[in-house]
Each structure stands twice: as structure tokens, then as C-alpha cells.
């Protein structure tokens, strides 16, 4: 009998974008008008419309070794061969080892997923979205604005943990330390620092604006 870590092997067509990072189940839209990712995109939408996303970074110039499956839900070629697609987060993998660089990257990957669970994680989910309704109810009595959190935020830890995760902006390389974490507690207990953290700079600024009206 094969192990399952064999069975969830397979070869991979790979696609690193600089600073960013996929999560499960968050969309993701891309222009595709490079020349090899036109001829990877093509080979893909002919197969099982899924690649590999991995993030990429400039300051440092290395390319991630986890990183997460897409899938293309939606697609529209455009007159000069580019193509417009809307893909869709799936499993996240780890790169074993790059089976070939040209005419595009291809790499052997494993399917990662979180440890199970060994407490209950719905108290933690629920800070986590106390603390992202602050964040947001403050953000917008900065800007004057009145902003809303969307409905569709998922209920269970797990599924919070990517949306919160996939939704911090301009801090990849805290994207993908998250992404790699294989238990869900300690990346909602890493959400809980961050959006405090976040919650009291922003309160700090809202007093500040208050005390100089």
C-alpha cells in the first residue's frame, strides 16, 4: 500500500508573482501577457486549469518554497494573446525539488494542511473577528467613511484564518510566513498580535484626531 504523502505528490506547473500570496479559497485575478506564462496558461487551460502560485521576492530575489494551488474559474483571451483569468485558491504544497525551469518553471510538490485541531478554535476565531471589526469601525472614522466587513466572511477558524491572512496589505513576507504555519491556532493567535497591534495604532491616531478638532 503507497503512502499517502506518496499518492499526494505530483508535478506542478509553477508561477512565481513577486510579493504575492495565494491563500485557500480567496480569489485571485491575473493578466497573463508574458510570453512562457502564455504558453503555461494555454498547456493548463487544456489540462486541469490548476498551477501553483508562489510568492516572490524582490528585495530578497528567492523564490518561496510553499505555496498555493490555483484553479481557473474564469477566463477571456484578449486580441494580442494576453489573457484575463480570475483563479480561485485550492490546497497549499511544498516544493520537493524543480523538475524543469523552461520553457516554465515545473516543480514536484506535496499538499500541506493544518495539524487537526486538538481545542476547541471557535473562541479564537470569534476575538479574531472582534478585532477585525474594530480595525475596520476605526479605519473608517479616520477616513470618514462608514466601512462595512463583507458578509460572505467565513465561519469556521480555519477558513478565517486564510481570509484575515490573505487580506493584510503590503506585508508579504508576514502573508507567507502564515501561509506556512500548519496548525490553525498559532496562525490565529499571530492574527489576534497583528490586529491588535493594528487596532491600537489606529485608536492612538482616532484620540489624536479627536483631542485637535
Known amino acids: 500500500m503507497a503512502s499517502s504523502s506518496s499518492i499526494a505528490v505530483r508535478e506542478l506547473p509553477l508561477f512565481p508573482l513577486p510579493e504575492v500570496v495565494l491563500f485557500p479559497g480567496r480569489p485571485l485575478p491575473l493578466h497573463i501577457f508574458e510570453f512562457r506564462y502564455r504558453i503555461m496558461m494555454n498547456t493548463i487551460l487544456n489540462t486541469d486549469r490548476r498551477f501553483g502560485v508562489l510568492m516572490f521576492d524582490p528585495t ?10 490555483a484553479e481557473i ?3 477571456q483571451r484578449l486580441p494580442d494573446d494576453r489573457i484575463k483569468m480570475l483563479t480561485l485558491g ?10 524543469r525551469e523552461k520553457p516554465y518553471l515545473v516543480g514536484l510538490v506535496e499538499w500541506i494542511e493544518d495539524e487537526p485541531p486538538q481545542q476547541d478554535l471557535r473562541p479564537l476565531a470569534t476575538e479574531v473577528e472582534r478585532l477585525l471589526r474594530d480595525v475596520v469601525h476605526l479605519s473608517g ?21 486564510y481570509w484575515v491572512a490573505s487580506n493584510l496589505y503590503g506585508v508579504a513576507t508576514e502573508q507567507q510566513t502564515l501561509l506556512e504555519m500548519l496548525d490553525t491556532v498559532t496562525r490565529l493567535d499571530r492574527e489576534v498580535e497583528i490586529l491588535t497591534s493594528t487596532r491600537n495604532h489606529l485608536a492612538a491616531r482616532s484620540a489624536l484626531k479627536d483631542a485637535l478638532k
Open 73 to 75: 474559474v474564469q477566463y
Open 141 to 161: 472614522k479616520l477616513m470618514e467613511q462608514n466601512i462595512e466587513l463583507p458578509d460572505d466572511i467565513p465561519d469556521l477558524p480555519t477558513e478565517l484564518s
Open 90 to 99: 485550492q490546497q497549499r504544497f511544498r516544493v520537493l525539488e524543480a523538475v
Open 60 to 69: 530578497q530575489g528567492q523564490v518561496a518554497s510553499v505555496g498555493c494551488c
